[in-house]
């Protein structure tokens, strides 16, 4: 019978530790507004994963710096595997690559599909008993106590973020003695795109989008851009609001005469 419920319920470290502590064979899947998940597990390991992204052997061999696109795209027109396990056979006795660097790059495609679960705390999922990969797929054995650390690891430092930048509106500027700073530290090619991009009154959010970055990557560099004093944060600027004056009906001019004539009515009460 399928377990099934909602993270913000039952969070993904004590699912893992159920399938771990019971040596549970099936799948879980989790579904966010992102991605849906397939994590795959045999006798409490996690054997394979697959976020929803459609990534083949031959993309995630390209993306890792395995394969170049000439490479992939010249493997796509001359096999025709029928599983992915023949098109690793096919890869690796054609000389393109080897057993560890498949193995290595499904395994970091696994745990990065998982670690990524971690920080979601709204998603509904689905455990399938006895439900395996997909026939042909390559499976690994992982070791759940290790993912579950690295994951509380990551949960931990995702909050340490949050509270160092905790809205992506605030405006980014440079500290006083940046310059000064600049001279003694060592950027990555990421801080100095952010750097790049800091003008008026650009929000966090706004260079992210430019920078290709997504919320906890662009928290992570302006968190190592504050701790070496080059930027600070500041709201931003609020338009101020012109209030109109009140509506007023111009007054009626009154007529002397009338004003006269009252008079001598109450007079003459």
């Known amino acids: 019978m399928a377990l099934r419920g909602n993270l913000r319920d039952f969070s993904l470290t004590q699912l893992l530790n159920l399938v771990n502590l019971a040596k549970k064979t099936g799948t879980l899947t989790i579904q966010d507004l992102e991605h849906i998940t397939n994590l795959y597990f045999r006798e409490g390991k996690l054997v394979h994963a697959s976020n929803g992204k459609g990534l083949g052997l031959l993309d995630l061999l390209q993306k890792a710096g395995r394969l170049s696109a000439e490479q992939s795209q010249t493997i796509r027109e001359r096999f025709h595997a029928s599983s992915e396990k023949e098109l690793g056979l096919l890869l690796i006795n054609a000389g393109y690559t080897n057993r560890e660097q498949i193995l290595e790059t499904l395994r970091g495609h696994f745990l990065e599909a998982v670690y990524r679960l971690f ?100 928290r992570k560099v302006v968190y190592g851009l504050l701790a070496a004093g080059l930027v600070q944060l500041v709201p931003p600027l609020v338009p101020r609001v012109v209030t109109p004056p009140p509506f007023t009906q111009p007054a009626v001019p009154v007529k002397r005469s009338l004003i006269l004539r009252l008079i001598e009515r109450v007079r003459g009460i």
């Open 119 to 218: 920080t979601r705390s709204e998603g509904v999922f689905v455990f399938e008993p006895n439900r395996l990969p997909p026939e042909g797929k390559i499976t690994l054995a992982l070791r759940l106590e290790d993912i579950i650390l690295e994951g509380s690891r990551l949960v931990r430092e995702r909050r340490r973020l949050e509270e160092a930048v905790p809205d992506l509106d605030l405006i980014p500027q440079f500290a006083p003695h940046a310059r000064a700073a600049l001279k003694r530290v060592q950027l990555s090619p990421e801080e100095w795109r952010v750097l790049s991009q800091i003008q008026g009154q650009r929000s966090l959010q706004e260079i992210a989008r430019a920078s290709a970055l997504n919320d906890p990557q662009i």
